[in-house]
């Protein structure tokens, strides 16, 4: 533990010369010699991968290109990626490398275009798992990490709407599947038949707990499971039968899985954080299920969790479905109607409303704003239904959920009727267009970040990125029935003559899932359609892609130049209130 540290990687000297760096796949080789990694120098998630000798710094000339994920073999002698489209950007091919000659070989070509695929490890390092999967339904392949010539065994065929996944301990596979409901059961197979026929179920279906993931160890499994609009761990032990959850307390909250490398470990890393608790590393062990606290973020300026109170409440959605609604605010702020808010969703492809901390959002709440996270369907807060119940046909009930949210926190007089500004981005500004259409008289501000906002004319393009796996979460419009659901609620061809609220639209040249010409037009259209004095901002940065700026400091711009737009929207002080 005295040595000296050796530096793996260094992201700094790679950006050197770029605007944009980031790294995609980051994998040690089992024997620790070589580091294989991907990146991407524009921003439109387009991955190069290259080998690097530990020991020496010395790098290979690069692997391969448009590369998707990565698995070692036992030896570290054969690389296992898979590559995507040059044109779609659908991962659909899968690749063996032997390091040793540098022969490539084309294992599999995923043809169905709904499909993308993916391969990794299991946690034991034992089997090497390749993955075909579109938005509603899976096939995975096994193959022996200590045999890289062998052939892959299917564990099981397609079937539509059966999505599963795996893990591996001893002689056996555990698998979570969701054959017998939408919120998934546990089941385990034997590696020489892996089959559905040899599954025996350790956890049943329940309609109110969705299964999100697990990680085998040696001696337990540990199961992250969504209950309430809330995400909790339970401890599995296989050889006692016994189950247990480990309980957390505050009233909104986010728990993952940390890094985990070691199968005999005898503790469990988790992440844990809230809109007040900042991000904490925490290593809960498993025979106790006490939880030791390792590292927690810093956060500077003398912050005090006291200051600030967290709610969970729920609004009531014009079909009587509740709908959970996350509140980060000062103590004291006033419960008078008079306060500003920014209101917060995504609501698309059954990713949860998570409760994050961010140092930087007190600069907002420290002004007397209110934030708030809505957990409306189309995300999987309340489970895969809630999905279910918020895309294709169904997807009218995002949008009213999100009003149903802003309407409840100004009848509850906990936010002011003419002080709510509204954010979103990709999927979630599709959100944004379409409420604005709905009710634009709702919102004083809209911010709305590398918009989804063209959806007929982009889901037309089958060769744009994403286009057909993207028919199960919209539809298809060339079908009319599909045509009609979408046509309902897309933001751009639903602009009409009408005031609008100040909106900024934000974007970016290299965005690879939501073209830039996607938020221009929409914003050229806002512009001539608009019958008010509102401003309507368009930002696009030239040197970046969907998930903004890479670097640190570049990022930090961009969310200090989004804040002070709403603050100033919202008509808050420059200053932060007394304490």
């Not at 296992?80 to 084309?106: C, N, W």
């Not at 990794?120 to 890289?148: D, F, K, M, N």
């Not at 999100?212 to 309430?228: I, K, N, S, T, Y």
């Not at 992440?271 to 498993?286: A, E, G, H, I, R």
Request: hydrophobic residues 40%; charged residues 20%; contains cysteine.
């Amino acid at each position: 533990m005295d040595a000296e540290e050796q530096v793996q990687l260094d992201v700094n000297a790679l950006a050197e010369g770029h605007a944009f760096m980031a790294v995609g796949d980051f994998e040690v080789s089992p024997d620790g010699a070589r580091l294989a990694y991907s990146t991407d120098s524009t921003g439109y998630r387009q991955y190069v991968l290259h080998v690097r000798e530990l020991s020496t710094g010395e790098e290979r000339r690069a692997v391969a290109e448009r590369v998707t994920s990565v698995a070692w073999s036992a030896d570290s002698g054969t690389l296992f990626f898979t590559q995507e489209d040059a044109v779609s950007k659908r991962s659909h091919r899968l690749y063996r490398a032997s390091l040793a000659d540098g022969a490539h070989a084309l294992l599999h070509e995923e043809s169905d275009e709904r499909f993308g695929v993916t391969v990794g490890l299991t946690r034991s390092g034992e089997w090497i798992v390749y993955a075909c999967g579109s938005h509603t339904t899976t096939e995975v392949r096994v193959l022996p990490a200590a045999q890289p010539d062998a052939a892959f065994t299917l564990v099981a065929a397609r079937r539509q709407d059966i999505e599963y996944d795996l893990d591996h301990r001893g002689g056996e596979f555990w698998i979570r599947v969701n054959d017998r409901g939408r919120e998934f059961r546990v089941v385990t197979a034997p590696v020489a038949t892996p089959g559905p026929e040899h599954w025996s179920e350790v956890l049943p279906h329940r309609d109110d707990v969705t299964v999100g993931w697990l990680a085998c160890f040696r001696d337990v499994v540990v199961v992250g499971e969504r209950q309430d609009a809330l995400p909790h761990l339970l401890v599995l032990h296989p050889a006692s039968g016994a189950r247990r959850r480990v309980p957390f307390e505050e009233a909104a909250y986010l728990v993952s899985a940390g890094v985990n490398e070691q199968f005999d470990a005898t503790s469990f890393r988790y992440t844990y954080q809230s809109f007040v608790t900042p991000s904490s590393v925490y290593s809960l062990d498993l025979a106790s299920l006490g939880s030791t606290l390792l590292k927690r973020q810093p956060v500077l300026g003398g912050y005090d969790p006291a200051r600030y109170v967290i709610e969970r409440i729920e609004a009531v959605a014009p079909d009587g479905e509740r709908v959970p609604i996350s509140l980060l605010a000062r103590r004291g702020t006033p419960r008078d109607g008079t306060a500003p808010c920014l209101l917060y969703a995504y609501g698309a492809y059954g990713i949860s409303g998570n409760v994050a901390f961010s140092p930087s959002r007190f600069s907002l709440v420290d002004r007397g704003v209110v934030y708030a996270v809505a957990h409306i369907r189309g995300g999987a807060d309340k489970g895969q239904r809630w999905h279910d119940a918020g895309r294709m046909a169904h997807k009218m009930n995002t949008f009213t959920d999100f009003i149903a949210c802003a309407e409840h926190l100004v009848a509850e007089r906990i936010v002011a009727p003419d002080r709510i500004v509204i954010q979103g981005g990709s999927a979630g500004g599709l959100l944004m267009g379409a409420v604005t259409n709905l009710r634009p008289e709702l919102w004083r501000g809209v911010l709305t970040q590398v918009p989804f906002v063209d959806v007929i004319h982009t889901m037309l393009d089958t060769q744009l990125p994403l286009t057909v796996g993207e028919f199960e979460e919209w539809g298809d419009p060339s079908v009319p029935e599909h045509y009609g659901w979408i046509r309902a609620y897309s933001p751009y061809d639903n602009l009409a003559p009408r005031a609008f609220p100040a909106m900024l639209v934000k974007t970016g040249l290299n965005d690879s899932q939501v073209g830039f010409w996607e938020p221009a037009k929409y914003v050229a259209r806002l512009r001539a359609f608009s019958t008010g004095s509102n401003p309507v901002l368009f930002r696009i940065d030239m040197g970046a892609g969907h998930g903004g700026a890479s670097g640190r400091y570049d990022a930090l711009r961009e969310l200090a130049f989004d804040y002070a737009w709403v603050l100033a929207t919202l008509g808050c002080p420059e200053d932060p209130l007394p304490q």
